[in-house]
């Protein structure tokens, strides 16, 4: 041991003479202004996602409910409880925050004895809830990316010529990059009507395990195919990313992972329906609702017939969706996997037609309706009836089945919702064909900001030429004197709703145009075709406001007889396919008690 | 000319011939309404049963109207014929919609109704003497408003069900 050795230690005594560090009473010492203390929330911004929970290293929070505030649409409602006898005040749970709800003061002293007062809701009631000082996050989040991973899609000038697919669909590279980010707080999973299991197959893409990932979609959904690409996708307006980014491409994501699993391995995936039951169910309609019901009651064991009076399965995804939003192919693929289980899909069979309600009634255990909406409505406004005005829904059947359908070079729609874009877009695409250009009016009650049709319907629809007129009134189908359609006739309306939100449409008359077009056609919505009841059913069944009344699980008032779907509940894919799920789980509940009883 | 017409020239009506004309269009309507039910198929029956009890409450009001001796005092007094007139005594003569109409047959039709019915209670509703006559054009003119904003929004759900 050198001399140093035995000198170093006393150097500390240099400090002998100076002020001490440490103070007698820390109570009351600012902290530096970027100090990070107790937290801050501010529970108006806060969505509940529980990402803090999530990322917090030390297990220091948990999400807990709070008076007043309760859950609601991409909204939890609970609010992070903060234990400070773990927290380590990173501030990663601040850095993450979805909302920048969360921040921190520079308060750091506090003096309790009671040991829980620790444990707490930042944002209630303590005294720093307001201080400015303190830590936030600078900028928008980084640690998950704000920005959606582009989409390939084909441009307006190649697409408009032909009824190709528009979206590409994602790469793996691209699918994980957007994967990523995800925070799996799974707010979507409440919006979503059939309550996919969104974040656990997000979670599966950015694993790449696309077998997991199938498994997942087939859990809730047998329409992957198709709602991984025309999904109204309302639980992307629940997505916790879209408050300081965009909301994460759930819809394409689900398409990504079907696209990755081929078709035998999503049937081996799914494996081997129950063991034979005996009983039989049959089922009107091959829409979402009714093969989907199809889909369970068939993995049950049961034997499934579905009634379906076109030529081909699908319903409205076939007949009503066109091409190059959802390939024929892509909804063949979803309904070969239900075809796999045993269900057996009678087309071109029209019940009332070619088989009875009764006989239905009489050959099975139980009979379920979901026959859709497929009757176009119409405006019925003066010069409606006759050649030259035509329905959306019938045209869009017509063009799916190769039909040869009337063309005019100028062509007014009525219809602000998704049919009427369809329709536009795909008379668009024929009057390219057949005349080298565009020539579509759009008219719509709605004002744009109040379209019924998906933002990116108007968006695309604009792009490839459709010329929207919005906040029109229809008035009359314009006739020349030997009858020809010359245009459409309408008021600007100033207002569709009234104070209490009512259609009550109000028109300035003087602001009157003729839209020119040899040829009309109406979107403006649609009716389910009940004919097929008869006389004595349609008496027999109990109605709710025109609908064929049933209760929460799907029932008529007829004990043998269940409906589901658009017919009885509205328009939508994904809700078609959630009620199809609900009703075959009612009848199996039915199956079952029967078969207690005997 | 006819006193009736010479009246009508000069914008005129006695309350009685108004008050007539009303009693009968809340009547032809109930009557109206009441032979269309059995004719309608079960899912629009609601609508149909729904119209005809509303125009029964107004049949009743009307009813009662007559047996009360301050209208009956007012009778011959003159007062001005609303705008709406012309339409609202047409509503006298029923449409034909038809063996089996439609929901929205119906509704269009009830729809027309209510808003010359709306007009001619609000115009009558102005100038009819204070007194129980002038309440009750008050309280149809309100109703029939109500009436009329309930239909449409009938309308917009049956018809207008919007896109897929």
Same mark, same amino acid.
């Given at each position: 041991?050198?001399?140093?050795?035995?000198?170093?230690?006393?150097?500390?005594?240099?400090?002998?003479?100076?002020?001490?560090?440490?103070?007698?009473?820390?109570?009351?010492?600012?902290?530096?202004?970027?100090?990070?203390?107790?937290?801050?929330?501010?529970?108006?911004?806060? !969505?509940?996602?529980?990402?803090?929970?999530?990322?917090?290293?030390?297990?220091?929070?948990?999400?807990?409910?709070?008076?007043?505030?309760?859950?609601?649409?991409?909204?939890?409602?609970?609010?992070?409880?903060?234990?400070?006898?773990?927290?380590?005040?990173?501030?990663?749970?601040?850095?993450?925050?979805?909302?920048?709800?969360?921040?921190?003061?520079?308060?750091?002293?506090?003096?309790?004895?009671?040991?829980?007062?620790?444990?707490?809701?930042?944002?209630?009631?303590?005294?720093?809830?307001?201080?400015?000082?303190?830590?936030?996050?600078?900028?928008?989040?980084?640690?998950?990316?704000?920005?959606?991973?582009?989409?390939?899609?084909?441009?307006?000038?190649?697409?408009?010529?032909?009824?190709?697919? !528009?979206?590409?669909?994602?790469?793996?590279?691209?699918?994980?990059?957007?994967?990523?980010?995800?925070?799996?707080?799974?707010?979507?999973?409440?919006?979503?009507?059939?309550?996919?299991?969104?974040?656990?197959?997000?979670?599966?893409?950015?694993?790449?395990?696309?077998?997991?990932?199938?498994?997942?979609?087939?859990?809730?959904?047998?329409?992957?195919?198709?709602?991984?690409?025309?999904?109204?996708?309302?639980?992307?307006?629940?997505?916790?990313?879209?408050?300081?980014?965009?909301?994460?491409?759930?819809?394409?994501?689900?398409?990504?992972?079907?696209?990755?699993?081929?078709?035998?391995?999503?049937?081996?995936?799914?494996?081997?329906?129950?063991?034979?039951?005996?009983?039989?169910?049959?089922? !009107?309609?091959?829409?979402?609702?009714?093969?989907?019901?199809?889909?369970?009651?068939?993995?049950?064991?049961?034997?499934?017939?579905?009634?379906?009076?076109?030529?081909?399965?699908?319903?409205?995804?076939?007949?009503?969706?066109?091409?190059?939003?959802?390939?024929?192919?892509?909804?063949?693929?979803?309904?070969?996997?239900?075809?796999?289980?045993?269900?057996? !899909?009678?087309?071109?069979?029209?019940?009332?037609?070619?088989?009875?309600?009764?006989?239905?009634?009489?050959?099975?255990?139980?009979?379920?309706?979901?026959?859709?909406?497929?009757?176009?409505?119409?405006?019925?406004?003066?010069?409606?009836?006759?050649?030259?005005?035509?329905?959306?829904?019938?045209?869009?059947?017509?063009?799916?089945?190769?039909?040869?359908?009337?063309?005019?070079?100028?062509?007014?729609?009525?219809?602000?919702?998704?049919?009427?874009?369809?329709?536009?877009?795909?008379?668009?695409?024929?009057?390219?064909?057949?005349?080298?250009?565009?020539?579509?009016?759009?008219?719509?009650?709605?004002?744009?900001?109040?379209?019924?049709?998906?933002?990116?319907?108007?968006?695309?629809?604009?792009?490839?030429?459709?010329?929207?007129?919005?906040?029109?009134?229809?008035?009359?189908?314009?006739?020349?004197?030997?009858?020809?359609?010359?245009?459409?006739?309408?008021?600007?309306?100033?207002?569709?709703?009234?104070?209490?939100?009512?259609?009550?449409?109000?028109?300035?008359?003087?602001?009157?145009?003729?839209?020119?077009?040899?040829?009309?056609?109406?979107?403006?919505?649609?009716?389910?075709?009940?004919?097929?009841?008869?006389?004595?059913?349609?008496?027999?069944?109990?109605?709710?406001?025109?609908?064929?009344?049933?209760?929460?699980?799907?029932?008529?008032?007829?004990?043998?007889?269940?409906?589901?779907?658009?017919?009885?509940?509205?328009?939508?894919?994904?809700?078609?396919?959630?009620?199809?799920?609900?009703?075959?789980?009612?009848?199996?509940?039915?199956?079952?008690?029967?078969?207690?009883?005997? | 000319?006819?006193?009736?017409?010479?009246?009508?020239?000069?914008?005129?009506?006695?309350?009685?011939?108004?008050?007539?004309?009303?009693?009968?269009?809340?009547?032809?309507?109930?009557?109206?309404?009441?032979?269309?039910?059995?004719?309608?198929?079960?899912?629009?029956?609601?609508?149909?049963?729904?119209?005809?009890?509303?125009?029964?409450?107004?049949?009743?009001?009307?009813?009662?109207?007559?047996?009360?001796?301050?209208?009956?005092?007012?009778?011959?007094?003159?007062?001005?014929?609303?705008?709406?007139?012309?339409?609202?005594?047409?509503?006298?003569?029923?449409?034909?919609?038809?063996?089996?109409?439609? =929901?929205?047959?119906?509704?269009?039709?009830?729809?027309?109704?209510?808003?010359?019915?709306? =007009?001619?209670?609000?115009?009558?509703?102005?100038?009819?003497?204070?007194?129980?006559?002038? =309440?009750?054009?008050?309280?149809?003119?309100?109703?029939?408003?109500?009436?009329?904003?309930?239909?449409?929004?009938?309308?917009?759900?049956?018809?207008?069900?919007?896109?897929?």
């Amino acid at each position: 041991m050198g001399l140093r050795e035995v000198l170093t230690p006393f150097t500390v005594w240099k400090h002998v003479f100076d002020d001490p560090v440490t103070i007698k009473q820390p109570i009351g010492r600012p902290a530096a202004e970027r100090y990070r203390g107790f937290h801050q929330n501010d529970l108006d911004t806060c !969505i509940g996602c529980g990402t803090c929970e999530a990322i917090c290293q030390n297990g220091a929070i948990d999400m807990v409910a709070v008076a007043g505030y309760d859950p609601e649409k991409g909204n939890s409602g609970l609010k992070p409880q903060i234990d400070y006898g773990r927290c380590c005040w990173c501030a990663l749970c601040v850095d993450v925050c979805m909302t920048g709800s969360l921040t921190m003061s520079n308060e750091y002293t506090w003096v309790d004895t009671d040991p829980d007062a620790f444990r707490f809701v930042p944002g209630l009631e303590e005294p720093w809830k307001d201080d400015e000082e303190g830590y936030e996050r600078e900028g928008k989040r980084v640690l998950s990316g704000i920005e959606r991973i582009h989409m390939e899609e084909m441009e307006p000038e190649a697409r408009i010529g032909n009824f190709d697919e !528009i979206v590409a669909g994602y790469s793996r590279a691209e699918a994980i990059l957007e994967a990523d980010r995800c925070v799996e707080c799974g707010l979507c999973v409440a919006t979503c009507p059939a309550h996919m299991s969104i974040p656990d197959y997000i979670a599966a893409v950015r694993d790449q395990d696309y077998d997991r990932g199938l498994q997942l979609l087939y859990e809730t959904n047998p329409f992957s195919e198709v709602c991984g690409r025309v999904c109204t996708h309302k639980c992307e307006g629940s997505c916790a990313a879209l408050h300081e980014g965009d909301p994460i491409a759930i819809r394409w994501l689900k398409r990504h992972i079907i696209d990755e699993v081929p078709f035998d391995r999503r049937i081996e995936l799914i494996g081997q329906p129950a063991e034979p039951t005996g009983r039989k169910v049959a089922i !009107i309609g091959a829409g979402p609702a009714g093969l989907t019901a199809a889909f369970d009651l068939a993995r049950a064991g049961h034997g499934v017939v579905v009634y379906e009076a076109l030529a081909h399965a699908g319903g409205m995804m076939r007949y009503g969706i066109p091409e190059y939003r959802l390939p024929y192919d892509a909804l063949d693929r979803d309904i070969g996997v239900i075809e796999a289980m045993g269900v057996e !899909i009678r087309t071109n069979c029209r019940v009332g037609r070619d088989v009875t309600m009764d006989e239905l009634r009489r050959d099975h255990d139980a009979v379920v309706l979901t026959i859709g909406l497929h009757m176009g409505r119409s405006t019925r406004v003066p010069g409606t009836e006759g050649a030259g005005v035509e329905k959306a829904v019938d045209l869009l059947r017509r063009i799916t089945d190769g039909e040869k359908v009337p063309l005019a070079e100028q062509i007014v729609v009525i219809g602000g919702g998704n049919v009427a874009m369809d329709i536009a877009r795909s008379m668009a695409r024929l009057q390219k064909a057949e005349f080298g250009k565009v020539g579509i009016t759009l008219t719509a009650l709605e004002d744009i900001d109040h379209f019924l049709a998906d933002p990116e319907e108007v968006v695309e629809s604009r792009e490839e030429g459709v010329k929207i007129f919005d906040a029109r009134g229809p008035q009359e189908v314009m006739r020349d004197a030997e009858g020809k359609v010359t245009g459409l006739r309408t008021w600007r309306v100033k207002s569709i709703f009234d104070a209490e939100g009512r259609f009550a449409p109000a028109y300035d008359q003087s602001d009157e145009r003729v839209h020119a077009g040899s040829m009309v056609i109406e979107a403006i919505g649609q009716a389910a075709d009940t004919s097929l009841l008869g006389a004595a059913l349609t008496e027999a069944l109990e109605w709710n406001r025109g609908r064929i009344k049933i209760d929460t699980a799907f029932r008529t008032s007829e004990p043998w007889l269940f409906a589901a779907g658009d017919a009885v509940k509205g328009p939508d894919v994904i809700s078609a396919v959630a009620d199809g799920h609900r009703v075959a789980r009612t009848v199996m509940e039915k199956l079952a008690a029967r078969e207690v009883a005997q | 000319m006819s006193e009736t017409n010479k009246a009508k020239l000069t914008g005129k009506a006695t309350v009685r011939e108004i008050f007539e004309t009303a009693t009968e269009f809340e009547k032809v309507a109930h009557r109206f309404y009441t032979e269309l039910i059995p004719n309608v198929s079960k899912d629009i029956r609601w609508l149909v049963e729904e119209l005809a009890e509303e125009e029964l409450e107004h049949v009743e009001l009307f009813t009662n109207l007559s047996k009360n001796p301050e209208v009956d005092a007012i009778m011959a007094a003159e007062i001005a014929r609303p705008v709406a007139d012309g339409k609202f005594s047409d509503c006298v003569h029923t449409p034909d919609l038809g063996p089996n109409p439609d =929901d929205q047959a119906v509704l269009q039709y009830a729809l027309m109704r209510e808003s010359a019915a709306m =007009d001619q209670y609000t115009e009558l509703a102005q100038s009819t003497p204070a007194g129980p006559l002038k =309440d009750a054009f008050v309280f149809l003119a309100n109703e029939e408003t109500k009436h009329k904003a309930e239909l449409e929004k009938i309308y917009y759900e049956t018809v207008h069900s919007g896109g897929v």
